[in-house]
Structures are given as structure tokens and as C-alpha cells.
């Protein structure tokens, strides 16, 4: 599957209004018309943004066909963005693909020092889609008109947020959440360097009960580290599918916008890995303890691959290079 933005020209006005409408059929029943609702918007009105200097409009495209639309406006200086509008014909509505299409366009503008939009207080489903990008309600809502109330919504660029290494044993998550921190320049957090400090190899059949002690504690402690503006890394594997709904359900309470990363490997370049590390653990040169062949791939087995849909960034290692789930 394919996922491409294509920026659109003014001879695509009557095409983008024809998507728009469509789009936005559930809201026509439900809602008058104000000044800015997208779902009203003019052919007058689309060819004026599409002129406008400082704006851009985008067809969002799955394998060339056109499943909707997005218009990004800013500032003169080009630090101040907005998400004018965003929308998705139905049939590909509820399904992922807005976060990854407004993820990609936000990539487009490197500039950005913030980013915002205004959205119908009472589109809650609407709210909690804005809230995973990263975006956070300012000021107080106000009416549009009789039947609905607007909320102004702005976030700042790279908005600090959790981000969460998905692989299993020796894939490489470690060499891969290291890197990624270096270019993100966030804290990592990781259970077995917590583990390996305070019982080396001492923990023995108390193993799992510190293990899981230790998992709450760092995941209050990351919500304390990203609420003070610091992005955090969690690097220990998220093995099922159960763990990792959790953890997502987990930062929604908090509020807090995560991104998962799979590191993915394949068979042949896992026993080398697996090698390798055992290797480095005889000559000292990594703490930790040797696994054999089959007690590797038992725990390999354990884990739970994800959908690729469901990963932000889907990664090979050891050439670590995220990648937008775009294929």
C-alpha cells in the first residue's frame, strides 16, 4: 500500500470540492453553516487558498487513488502553520490513515516552530484524532453558531511524546532506540540496564515480579520526563498485542502522543545478532546473560508481530533509517 501526498494546482478546485463534499456528508444534517467550516466551503473560496502564497492544498492518495484531501497555511516567516482542513471520503474514514497523511505533510514544513486549528467542540472522535497528533485545546470554547461551538487547538512543533521500541529478543532494539536518541536527543529508558545495575544476575525466580515494578515505575516516570518538554524512549519490546493497547490506553489517559517503532529482522540476520551478542558477552564486552539457540527462539516465539499499520516507523536493522509506514 502506497501513500503519497500530491499538491494540487487551482484546475483542481472543482475536483477538491467535489471530495470535500463528499467527505463531509455526515455533517450536513447535523450542522449550519459558519464562517470557516470547511464543510461549507465555496468554489470561490478554494480557488482563493489555492492562490494564497503562504498555503498548499494536497490530494492524500492510497496506490494513486484519491481518498481525500489537506490544506496547510502559514505564516510570512514560515514558523507559524495551520491545519486548515483535513478530510477522508468514508469508505476510508476510522481506519489510520488521517494520522499518517497529517504526519507526512507536517514532515513537509521542517520550519514549523508550531502548528494549529480550530474544531467542532462536539466532534469528540474529532477532538481525540487531534489530540494523538499532539495538538492541546487553548483557550475557552466558543459558539459558531446555534448548533455547535468551535475549539482552538495548537501544538508545538516536535511536541515531546513517548516513543516505543516493538521488537523481539535480539532484534537489534537497543543499537536501534541508542541511535534514534542521538537523533531525536530524547532519554532513554530501559529495563534491562535498570535490572542488569541493581541484581546482575542475582534476581532469579524474583525476576518478573521486580521486572514488572520496575515497568510501572518507568512509565510514570516517562510521563513526568515528557511533561517537562522531554521526549523519552522506552526500549523493552512490547511483545503482545494486550501490552501494547495497554500502553497506548495508558499515555491517552495522560494525554500524551506516542509513536511506536518496530524494529523488524529477518531469520538469517537474527542468528548472527543473536551470535554477536553472545560473543561480545564472553569476551566482556556486554553485560548479561548467554542464551542458546532454542531458549532464544522460545522467547523469540512469544512475541506477537504487529500490524504494520499499526507502527509509525517500521525499521531494519542494524541500518536503522524510519521510515513513514508509506508501503
Known amino acids: 500500500m502506497k501513500l503519497e501526498l500530491f499538491r494540487l494546482t487551482p484546475g483542481s478546485a472543482k475536483q477538491w470540492q467535489e471530495v470535500l463534499e463528499l467527505s463531509f456528508s455526515s455533517y ?75 504526519k507526512m505533510v507536517e514532515k513537509l514544513y521542517p520550519t514549523a516552530v508550531s502548528w494549529e486549528l480550530n474544531a467542532i467542540a462536539e466532534e469528540e472522535r474529532c477532538i481525540h484524532f487531534f489530540e494523538k497528533l499532539g495538538y492541546r485545546r487553548e483557550g475557552s470554547v466558543y459558539e459558531a453558531n446555534s448548533l455547535c461551538n468551535e475549539v482552538f487547538m495548537k501544538k508545538q512543533a516536535s511536541s515531546p511524546r513517548v516513543i516505543l521500541m516493538c521488537g523481539k529478543i535480539c532484534s ?63 526500549d523493552w519490546g512490547f511483545w503482545t498485542e494486550k501490552e501494547r493497547s495497554e500502553v497506548d490506553r495508558f499515555y491517552g489517559r495522560h494525554q500524551i502522543f506516542t509513536e511506536w517503532h518496530h524494529v523488524n529482522v529477518s531469520e538469517g540476520n537474527w542468528k548472527k545478532y543473536l551470535a554477536k551478542r553472545n560473543s561480545e558477552i564472553d569476551k566482556g564486552l556486554r553485560k548479561g546473560s548467554k542464551l542458546d539457540y532454542e531458549t532464544a527462539k522460545a522467547l523469540g516465539d512469544m512475541f506477537e508481530a504487529p500490524d504494520e499499520d499499526d507502527m509509525e516507523c517500521w525499521a531494519l536493522h542494524p541500518s536503522y533509517q524510519p521510515v513513514e509506514t508509506e508501503n
Open 28 to 102: 450536513y444534517s447535523s450542522y449550519e453553516e459558519f464562517p470557516g467550516c470547511p464543510a461549507y466551503e465555496t468554489l470561490n473560496e478554494t480557488l482563493y487558498i489555492m492562490n494564497h502564497p503562504f498555503g498548499a492544498s494536497y490530494w492524500m492518495l492510497i496506490d494513486n487513488e484519491i481518498i481525500g484531501g489537506i490544506r496547510v497555511l502559514w505564516s510570512i516567516n514560515s514558523t507559524k502553520f495551520r491545519l486548515d482542513s483535513i478530510f477522508i471520503i468514508p469508505d476510508f474514514q476510522n481506519q489510520g490513515f488521517g494520522q499518517k497523511f497529517a
Open 172 to 234: 537489534g532494539k537497543t543499537s536501534a532506540a541508542k541511535e534514534l536518541m542521538g537523533m531525536t536527543k530524547a532519554v532513554l529508558l530501559s529495563c534491562d540496564e535498570v535490572m542488569e545495575a541493581l541484581f546482575g544476575e542475582d534476581a532469579e525466580e524474583e525476576h518478573n515480579s521486580y521486572l514488572k515494578k520496575l515497568q510501572l515505575h518507568l512509565f510514570d516516570k516517562s510521563v513526568e520526563i515528557v511533561n517537562s518538554g522531554i521526549s523519552v524512549i522506552l
